[in-house]
């Protein structure tokens, strides 16, 4: 089935989550290299990121620290200086060849708000904090295609995750294509499921020779 929409997870694929990473070990109190290198481990291990805030602050709550971080001036939330350079210009190439584009991501509230002030060229803006359900459930997959009103085999998803992303976009039917980018991307990079992908890209301009030309 031809694909008529490309839709887009957000953090490490549209979004160079790096600088907030940064943000969270400073506020921590933990050395870069100490923060990416407990997020490593617990990638590899195949556990929810909160685990290395658990890890490196016992008793931490995710929610609360969020809050004592917007109330300090420094919210946990990306802008436009988080946008990956290719982000624009694959957006802008895909809609100009006539294909729906969407970003639809575990967020939590106030992220879709961010990505319209950004102005991007996009069809659909979701979030699993509006959804109330998370990747990989199927439901947020089928949510992606009842949004768009396309069967699921007319729409490509595009993220840098196996487990969040290329896997549970494969069982719902769509084209699953996987960015190799960010800490997911290299470390599931090295997973033999990776084979599973429709097709692995190591930016977005890739996809938009898939695509477009």
């Known amino acids: 089935m031809e694909v008529k929409a490309v839709v887009f997870d957000a953090g490490e694929t549209l979004i160079n989550e790096s600088r907030q990473w940064r ?15 407990v997020l490593g481990a617990v990638i590899e ?6 685990r290395v805030f658990e890890i490196l602050k016992p008793g931490f709550n995710l929610e609360e620290e969020r809050e ?40 939590p509230a106030g992220f879709e708000d961010r990505i319209r002030e950004l102005e991007l060229p996009v069809d659909l803006i979701a979030s699993s904090s509006r959804w109330a359900v998370e990747k990989p459930s199927p439901e947020f997959f089928r949510r992606i295609a009842d949004e768009l009103q396309l069967p699921a085999g007319a729409v490509a998803y595009v993220g840098d995750r196996l487990d969040n992303d290329v896997l549970p976009a494969l069982d719902a039917g769509m084209v699953a294509v996987f960015l190799r980018r960010g800490p997911w991307g290299w470390i599931h990079a090295r997973r033999a499921e990776a084979a599973r992908a429709h097709c692995t890209i190591a930016n977005l301009l890739e996809l938009t020779r898939l695509f477009v030309e």
């Open 23 to 37: 943000m969270w070990a400073e506020w921590l109190g933990v050395p870069d290299h100490a923060f990416f290198a």
């Open 45 to 50: 291990r195949g556990e929810h990121h909160r």
């Open 68 to 107: 004592k971080r917007r109330q300090a001036g420094v919210p946990d939330e990306s802008d436009a200086r988080d946008l990956y350079p290719d982000a624009l210009e694959c957006l802008t190439r895909l809609r100009a060849r006539g294909l729906r584009t969407g970003v639809a991501a575990n967020q």
